[in-house]
């Protein structure tokens, strides 16, 4: 029997990406349950001033994941990884080389040298509920048909055939849309693309604590190996793109209304979470949660901006229609 499903208090957890957003609430929630946890990511110096404050709680490896150096040294007695390092979009579509030595490379080395072990550890992979393609009016369930339609989803279905193929214990979870109130930067492309989808375009919503929660859970849980778990909200999570988008405006005092979004389709998705829920336990936040997080996030920016929002939504929807109008017409 595999190491992993020894007493809890003995268990040796490494978690690649540590000190990204998903990562920290990945490594604390970790920490907190007692397991013995490697935290590994890059020498940045972001990664270095965050990992400071966690260096008598775990062992931390600064690596740039060139060499399996860094994965050889760290493998005695471990019972799982759970590989968070990744590149995201848009980066993946402007920097396809970048995200192949990452997103592909990297995780091919990993699952390559679990492959040579005899009692390899269990490998954690979080792909995306943007596997399905664009969207459907249904709900997406586990065994429904994939589509990349784009690098980044190319890639993660990828390294989930490669997963499947590999004959390592593993458990692949398909993630929804998963940020909150720390998660307020994009790039202005990227939000023109947000804003640029319908309105009623279906999205669920997924905490970041649950989504660790449910990654630790696969992590320890015999009966979500060799599977694939889709990880959303539930019923109240399940929303529509306008809701999303707009729940940051509301916590800013402005409005985003539906007819200054666009018509097209993205490829983001309701999806049927019973089995997954039943097997990992992971659900415990709402939509509602993530709206109180962002409305307590901005209360000062909404207050500033009380006196003139009278004269500030007006000229957000002209502006926000231009911007529509003007991506019709270089997109004809």
Known sequence: MPLLFQEKYMMKLLITGA??????????????????????????KQNKRLASKYKNQCKIVLTDYK???????????????????????????SNPALAKSVNIDLTASIINTFKLIESPPVFIYPSSVTVFGHSGKQIKRSHDPTQGTDIYTTQKLAIESRLTDSHIPYAI?????????RTLKTDWQTFKQLLNVHPENPL???????????????????LALGKVHLIGGGLSC????????STA????????????????????HWMETTESQSILKFQHHSFDDY????????????????????????????????IKINGVINNS
Not at 298 to 308: F, Y
């Open 291 to 322: 709206k109180n997080e962002m409305h307590h996030k901005l209360r000062v920016i909404r207050w500033l901006l009380l006196p003139i929002r009278w004269i500030i939504n007006p000229l957000l929807n002209v502006y926000f229609q231009n």
């Open 249 to 268: 405006f509301e916590a800013a005092g402005l409005k985003l209304t539906k007819d200054m979004m666009g018509e097209t389709s993205f490829y983001t």
């Open 67 to 93: 060499t399996s150096e860094w994965l050889q040294n760290n493998l005695l007695n471990l019972h799982a990884i759970i590989h968070l390092a990744a590149i995201l979009p848009p980066v993946t579509e």
């Open 238 to 245: 399940q929303i529509t793109q306008h809701r999303f988008l």
């Open 19 to 44: 000190f990204g957003n998903l990562g920290l609430v990945c490594l604390e929630r970790a920490i907190d349950k007692g397991f013995s946890v490697v935290a590994v990511d890059i020498p940045s």
């Open 204 to 222: 669920e919503y997924i905490h970041p604590k649950d989504v660790s929660l449910a990654l630790i859970h696969a992590a320890t849980t015999p």
């Open 173 to 181: 979870l398909r993630i929804g849309v998963s940020v909150d109130a």
